[in-house]
C-alpha cells in the first residue's frame, strides 16, 4: 500500500508563490497519473495538475501558466509550483495517483485515483 504525503502548503498574499510537495511512501512506484487536486469551501474537488508515466503534463485552464508540475528525480516525490497565487486558489489541495491503465478516461476523472494524500492547506489573501 503506498501511501501518498503533502507539504508545503500555507498562508500567502495575492500575487505569492508556493511549491507543494508530495512523497510516495514508495521509493519506485508505477503508477499512469500522478496529480493534484484541489477543493475549496464549498465547492467540489477540481484537478488541477497531472504528470503521466512518460512525463507529459496537463493543466486546468484555472491554472496554465501559473503552475508547474514536476517530479523529483526519483519520481516518487511530486512538486507543484505556483505562481501568482490568486484567492480563488484558496483550497485544500490533494496529492493523487493511479496505477490502473487510463483507457482514454480524462486525467481528472477522480475515481480513475486510486492512492489520495491528506491534503495541505493553501490559503491566499487578498
Known amino acids: 500500500q503506498v501511501q501518498l504525503v503533502e507539504s508545503g502548503g500555507g498562508s500567502v498574499q495575492a500575487g505569492g508563490s508556493l511549491r507543494l510537495s508530495c512523497a510516495a511512501s514508495?521509493?519506485?512506484?508505477?503508477?499512469?497519473?500522478m496529480g493534484w487536486f484541489r477543493q475549496a469551501p464549498g465547492k467540489v474537488r477540481e484537478g488541477v495538475a497531472v504528470?503521466?508515466?512518460?512525463?507529459?503534463?496537463k493543466y486546468a485552464d484555472s491554472v496554465k501558466g501559473r503552475a508547474t508540475i514536476s517530479q523529483g528525480y526519483a519520481k516518487n516525490t511530486l512538486y507543484l509550483q505556483m505562481n501568482s497565487l490568486k484567492p480563488e486558489d484558496t483550497a485544500m489541495y490533494y496529492c493523487?495517483?493511479?496505477?490502473?491503465?487510463?483507457?482514454?478516461?480524462?486525467?481528472?476523472?477522480?475515481?480513475?485515483?486510486?492512492?489520495w494524500g491528506q491534503g495541505t492547506q493553501v490559503t491566499v489573501s487578498s
Open positions: 493523487a495517483a493511479t496505477t490502473h491503465r487510463p483507457y482514454g478516461t480524462s486525467w481528472y476523472y477522480e475515481p480513475l485515483y486510486n492512492y
Open positions: 514508495a521509493y519506485t512506484f508505477s503508477y499512469f497519473y
Open positions: 504528470i503521466d508515466s512518460d512525463g507529459d503534463t
